[in-house]
């Protein structure tokens, strides 16, 4: 019999309780599933590669624990072609989130083309009504201009998560101190 191989691909920058109720839910419907953490060329990214693919492997590892019947699950790093990465890996399928309907008209259109150039399906999770609204870019600015971060954050992302955001917020990273720049204080 045939496995079902997911790879779920993303940025994951930083990773959101949006993002792990994907895994979450890919890993109770297919045989493995594989945790693609790339590299967008078109965007400053907050925390490394390492640091992203090590955020999630921990939280990968608690989501084990607490399903081990639930399919495996590993974590990688990648760069270039999303269906590069997947053929490689042996994946026949693509996961993806979709939060709302500006999710979904993006979603279908890749789904398509990844079909058509790759013949690569593509599996819709659809984010609880809790996650509708979290993005990881929204997180990056809460992060970058809020106070209360534990507060703030506590909805939308891990406690570790948080602590790594108030890390890089005390050391004035670019990204946040970019997104500082538009802020007015007052």
């Known amino acids: 019999m045939a496995r079902h191989v997911a790879v779920y691909p993303g940025s994951f920058d930083p990773v959101t309780f949006g993002h792990l109720d994907v895994i979450t839910r890919g890993r109770r419907l297919f ?3 594989i945790v693609a953490v790339g590299r967008n060329p ?3 990214p907050l925390f490394s590669s390492d640091e992203r693919v090590a955020m999630i492997e921990e939280l990968v590892r608690d989501l084990v624990r607490a399903e081990p019947d639930a399919a495996p699950t590993t974590v990688r790093p990648f760069d270039g072609l999303t269906v590069d990465f997947a053929r490689e890996n042996g994946a026949t399928v693509l996961l993806r989130g979709v939060r709302n309907l500006s999710d979904l008209q993006y979603e279908v259109q890749q789904a398509v083309t990844n079909r058509e150039v790759a013949g690569l399906e593509t ?3 659809v984010a609880g009504q809790s996650f509708a609204y979290t993005s990881s870019s929204l997180i990056r600015q ?5 106070e209360d971060l534990d507060r703030a954050l506590a909805p939308m992302c891990p406690p570790g998560v948080i602590a790594r955001l108030k890390a890089k917020k005390a050391e004035r990273h670019p990204a946040l ?4 720049g538009g802020a ?3």
């Open 177 to 180: 101190e970019h997104l500082r």
């Open 31 to 33: 045989d493995e599933l």
């Open 184 to 186: 007015v204080d007052g």
């Open 42 to 44: 078109g965007k400053d």
């Open 142 to 146: 809460i992060a970058a201009m809020g």
């Open 123 to 125: 599996a819709f999770i």
